[in-house]
């Protein structure tokens, strides 16, 4: 089995920037792709950011040019930084992986516990 245990959320203004750390244990050589969830109240659960194990990013339109996804191979941990963040990015952050090459939809096999991030003056 693989745990995944996320850190870094918080409160944050508008505008400001927040750090996502994913840290990865257990089976990790299981692990290729990575990526970020976030899940707002009432709404639908939107992939928002993946990176393979070879550093290959892809990411949501509604956060292209202000998130930016990476990883430590050697850390066993996924990054999310978030930059000029918006109140409609408040929503609870989850870390996720795949065994498969790349993560899309939701073919992820593990799973964190999520971490709150809210935007608000």
């Known amino acids: 089995q693989v745990q995944l245990v996320e850190s870094g959320g918080g409160l944050v203004q508008p505008g400001g920037s927040l750090r996502l750390s994913c840290a990865a244990s257990?089976?990790?050589?299981?692990?290729?792709?990575m990526g970020w969830y976030r899940q707002a109240p009432g709404k639908q659960r939107e992939l928002v950011a993946t990176?393979?194990?070879?550093?290959?990013?892809n990411y949501a339109d509604s956060v292209k040019g202000r998130f930016t996804i990476s990883r430590d191979n050697a850390k066993n941990t996924v990054y999310l930084q978030m930059n000029s963040l918006k109140p409609e990015d408040t929503a609870v952050y989850y870390c996720?992986?795949?065994?498969?090459?790349?993560?899309?939809?939701?073919?992820?096999?593990?799973w964190g516990q999520g971490t709150q991030v809210t935007v608000a003056s």
């Open positions: 996720a992986a795949t065994k498969r090459l790349v993560l899309v939809g939701t073919g992820y096999d593990y």
């Open positions: 257990g089976k990790i050589f299981s692990i290729n792709a």
């Open positions: 990176v393979t194990r070879g550093g290959s990013t």
